[in-house]
């Protein structure tokens, strides 16, 4: 029974072969297509500089508080001479003037 389905669709297909005239086209070219060109967007890494922090480092000073006084100023006197004995018969006297010492 299968044999004869066989035998059967095999004469089907071999007599639709023969007779078939297509009214239309049968060849069919496909439009010509070419694809996009495409580049890669250029790319650069970005710059990073670095520069490692700089840490100056001083030793500690050490401080010793000195008391410094100015020198001690003093007045003296100096001899400067003697009067001019003057009117009325004043004799004369010994004349001192102050001086700013340092």
């Known amino acids: ?10 004469a089907i297909a071999a007599a639709d072969d023969y007779d078939y ?3 239309y086209k049968t060849s069919y070219s496909a439009p010509s297509y070419s694809a996009p060109s495409y580049s890669a ?3 650069s890494a970005p710059s990073y500089s670095y520069s490692a ?6 030793a500690p000073t ?4 000195v008391l410094v006084y100015p020198p001690p100023h003093y007045e003296t006197v100096e001899y400067a ?5 003057g009117k009325k018969g004043k004799k004369a006297v010994p004349v001192y003037k102050a001086v700013s010492k340092y």
């Open 1 to 10: 029974m299968k044999f004869l389905m066989l035998i059967a669709l095999v």
């Open 21 to 23: 005239s297509p009214s």
């Open 41 to 43: 967007p250029s790319y």
């Open 53 to 58: 922090p700089s840490y100056s480092y001083s």
């Open 62 to 65: 050490y401080r010793k508080t």
């Open 81 to 85: 001479g003697y009067t001019h004995g």
